[in-house]
């Protein structure tokens, strides 16, 4: 009997010395976690679009909490730095909420069809095809693969032209970075009027291949009472940071090329 009461005794005071050890090394080496991570992370929006500059939202929270700016996250805009401010006791410089805007308004049936692609259904595909289908090269190439990494459902192709709803858009950037043509831009959110084109051609060529097409006429400049609007290489550009959403320069331009959108505040 004592050859089996002996190790049970042995192996139960091994046990209790073990338990004693790790008990005090769990609390002696314990990781303190900060309370406010949980609020932060249920703050962020949960995109985990990568735009703030880190992989995701959790990573953006480990961040924050490590002494990050508390308001890089576009998607979630003012109201969630504010919110990430007031739990970290800092200040919140003001977000502005941006939309992605395609600038390019040439449809199939605006513009000269090249050829007729059968290929891979992919915009970087069929732009190493003599620039894609699209006699004009700067524009849309229409085969969707912005629509197909949109995490938010905000992207439809419609007659070969990709459009974006700013209702639906969160700024995550992922179309822009898909886009060969770097035709898809991201916008302030409030701004109404874009050059829905860029064609860095001269005037003539540019609307031999398509009938939106700026021609860089300079209509626009001349009009805008803000001086808002530029040409830079050919081709009309608004700067959002003066633009008064007049719509002045819609009504002077030859050729459609200036469209005004929603504002989404």
Known sequence: MIQIVIPVVIVSGLGLVFGLAL???????????????????????????????????????????????????????????????????????????????????????????????????????????????????????????????CPFGAIEVTNGLAKINGAKCTACGKCVAECPKEIIKLVPAKSQVSVTCSNHEKGAVSRKNCKVSCIACQKCVKECPVSAITIDNLCAVIDASKCENCGKCIAVCPSNAILKYPGHQ
């Open 23 to 149: 008990s005090y090394a769990s609390k002696k080496f314990a990781v303190d976690t900060d309370e406010r991570m949980e609020k932060v992370r249920a703050a962020l929006p949960g995109a985990n679009c990568g735009v703030c500059g880190f992989s995701g939202c959790d990573q953006y929270a480990e961040a924050i909490i490590g002494g990050a700016e508390v308001s890089k996250c576009p998607v979630g805009g003012t109201a969630v730095a504010e919110e990430i401010a007031a739990i970290m006791g800092v200040d919140a410089s003001a977000v502005e909420k941006h939309v992605a805007r395609v600038m390019c308004n040439g449809t199939w049936d605006k513009v000269l069809i090249k050829f007729d692609y059968d290929g891979i259904a992919d915009c970087k595909s069929a732009a190493t095809m003599a620039g894609g289908p699209s006699a004009c090269i700067y524009g849309c190439v229409g085969l969707g693969s912005c629509k197909k990494v």
